[in-house]
């Protein structure tokens, strides 16, 4: 009676044990997040007292290290918001095309081969990725369409579409999971043919969960630094075409934070631009999560 | 048997403690540019005097007289000299930096080897990189925009070029950017209507490298001071050297030291 009772205590504290320890480490991430947010925060802020939040985001002129330095980030912002719509036209096609055809028409075989290549794409370092558009793709498109540099947007739009693909790939594939079979039989029974169902059914049934894909696929672009700065040519100027050679902010941040002097105003205006990417994939992934949410209950999947 | 690997261990780890209390330390940190004059000399010095440890760092000129300013290096790398206000910080808080000289570098103007041009002089290069001349033509080259190609605005090389070819004047804002006299290189090759500057030791068969006011880049050129671009490259202290650090930068301004400046790429004093 009292080996059973003792048993029992013991697997009990064990258990706790193993609860607490995953605890710890379900919440570290937390943990990481917050020191994140408190040093962009600390790093970033000081720089509003040398320029104001307005001229910060709307000026027009990045010179950190001349004399006087000027701190616009507006050709920053510009330049990623090109690039990341230009890689969008891109990675939507191709990533939500590839999904449906995964997942509603190739036959199981064929799956099995193209999936895992596709997965293959996302474990590619980014710096390949860039090398491949420094030395195939941009001299390429220097030469087809006539112009002075390959190294442009264009050129960075492309790979960071490709580099897109895989993640909003999975994720619409995952979203097109989610719709219940008797959706698609419902549609065949009333006569409809395949095409019809998938444009009609299928994707309207999937639709929010593939926009969670594509917010996050578009995450992916915002954040990515090491191909942006190797292809992008990082001019930094108000982009006027997808021609031209312009800078993203994180392309910014890498080239310039390894010889930025550790407390000086140039220091603590790259950490305010990391601030800025920060809070737009936030946003990004705020709206992903809602969307995503409503989905769920849409189709009574609720958890 | 266990207590004579007892007995080892413990004599290996006291020797290894003894070791390292006798061995010298300096730490060197700062320009991208001076890190292969660096390292390996360092590696040289450490070579004939194992009990000196040299580590080196690089990070930007500017990065290396901040930590000489803090007193986390001994000797601060720079490709560039320091600033009024970089001096007066130091002075500030006690630091008194010495310069010495190690090198000589130049900085090659480079363009497509299709180029037809072979000089510019100082005032052109400046209207190239100041947007004030956008085609070739302009030059009596070809009828081809220029692609105007430049270094990430923190390092020295773009400081040195910045005051010793523009006067401190900016960039034009679509310039290129390169995060490294490399890339500036690879990005020249294959642009037809590109230009772009590098320390002479970058500078590759498939880049042409220009004469400017008809002065060729070229060590002795560099070291008469006749070809415009050229600038001394920095080894700074606080005050004047003492012990194992005076003894290594001896050995760089010897002629052995300054024999590995010209396999570096660099040109060397004597």
Redesign the interface.
């Known amino acids: 009676m009292k080996s059973v009772l003792q048993v029992s205590r013991t697997r009990v504290s064990r258990e706790k044990l193993y609860k607490t320890i995953f605890a710890v480490l379900a919440f570290s991430s937390l943990i990481f997040l917050l020191g994140i947010i408190i040093i962009l925060f600390k790093e970033g802020l000081p720089i509003f007292s040398s320029v104001s939040l307005m001229k910060f985001i709307t000026g027009a002129?990045w010179?950190?290290?001349?004399?006087p330095a000027e701190f616009g980030i507006l050709?920053l912002i510009l330049g990623t918001l090109w690039v990341t719509v230009g890689a969008m036209l891109v990675c939507i096609p191709l990533g939500v095309g590839a999904a449906l055809y995964l997942h509603e028409i190739a036959n199981p075989r064929l799956r099995a081969i193209l999936k895992p290549t596709i997965e293959i794409l996302a474990s590619i370092p980014s710096i390949i990725y860039g090398f491949f558009g420094?030395v195939v793709v941009?001299?390429f498109l220097?030469n087809l369409l006539r112009i002075?540099?390959?190294?442009c947007a264009l050129t960075a739009s492309l790979i960071l579409g490709i580099m897109a693909v895989p993640i909003v790939c999975s994720l619409a594939e995952d979203a097109l999971s989610f719709v219940p079979r008797s959706f698609r039989e419902a549609s065949f029974a009333l006569g409809a043919n395949r095409w019809q169902t998938i444009t009609r059914v299928t994707l309207p049934a999937a639709g929010s969960g593939i926009s969670t894909a594509i917010i996050l696929g578009m995450s992916r672009i915002v954040g990515e630094t090491m191909t942006v700065?190797?292809v992008a040519?990082?001019?930094?100027?108000i982009p006027k075409s997808m021609l031209?050679?312009l800078?993203p902010m994180t392309?910014t941040i890498?080239?310039?934070m390894?010889?930025?002097?550790?407390?000086?105003t140039?220091y603590h205006a790259l950490f305010a631009i990391g601030l800025v990417l920060f809070l737009t994939t936030l946003v990004f992934n705020l709206i992903a999560e809602v969307i995503g949410r409503r989905y769920r209950l849409k189709l009574g999947l609720d958890r | 048997m266990k207590n004579t690997t007892k007995i080892i261990m413990l004599s290996l780890l006291i020797s290894l403690g003894l070791h390292a209390a006798e061995k010298a330390k300096i730490r060197m940190e700062g320009s991208t540019t001076v890190l292969p004059v660096a390292q390996m000399t360092a590696e040289q010095f450490m070579n004939i005097n194992p009990h000196v440890t040299i580590s080196v760092q690089g990070g930007g000129s500017g990065v290396g007289i901040a930590s000489l300013i803090e007193k986390t290096c001994d000797i601060a790398t720079a490709s560039r000299a320091m600033k009024d206000s970089e001096i007066k910080d130091a002075i500030s808080k006690g630091v008194n930096p010495t310069a010495h000289v190690v090198a000589m570098d130049g900085i090659a103007i480079i363009l497509h080897p299709s180029n037809r041009i072979d000089n510019l002089s100082k005032e052109e290069i400046k209207k190239i990189y100041t947007g004030k001349i956008s085609n070739w033509k302009e030059l009596k080259g070809a009828d081809q925009k220029i692609v105007v190609i430049s270094r990430d605005v923190a390092s020295g090389t773009y400081e040195a070029f910045n005051n010793l070819a523009l006067d401190g004047e900016k960039v034009r804002k679509d310039a290129l950017l390169n995060a490294s006299n490399k890339a500036v290189v690879m990005a020249v090759e294959r642009t037809p209507g590109g230009i772009g500057y590098v320390g002479l030791g970058y500078v590759t068969p498939h880049v042409k490298v220009i004469t400017v006011n008809d002065v060729a880049c070229t060590r002795q050129t560099i070291l008469a001071k006749t070809y415009p671009f050229s600038r001394p490259l920095f080894m700074y202290t606080n005050g004047k050297p003492t012990g194992e650090v005076k003894r290594y930068l001896d050995f760089v301004l010897s002629k052995e030291g300054q024999q590995i400046v010209t396999e570096a790429g660099f040109v060397g004093l004597k």
Do not use: D, K, N
């Not at chain 1, 010179?63 to 004399?67: F, L, Q, R, S, V």
């Not at chain 1, 040519?233 to 100027?237: E, K, L, P, T």
């Open positions: 002129f010179y950190p290290t001349h004399e050709p420094m941009a001299p220097q002075p540099t390959g190294l700065l190797m040519g990082g001019a930094a100027v031209e050679p800078r392309a890498a080239a310039e390894g010889e930025a002097v550790i407390g000086s140039h």
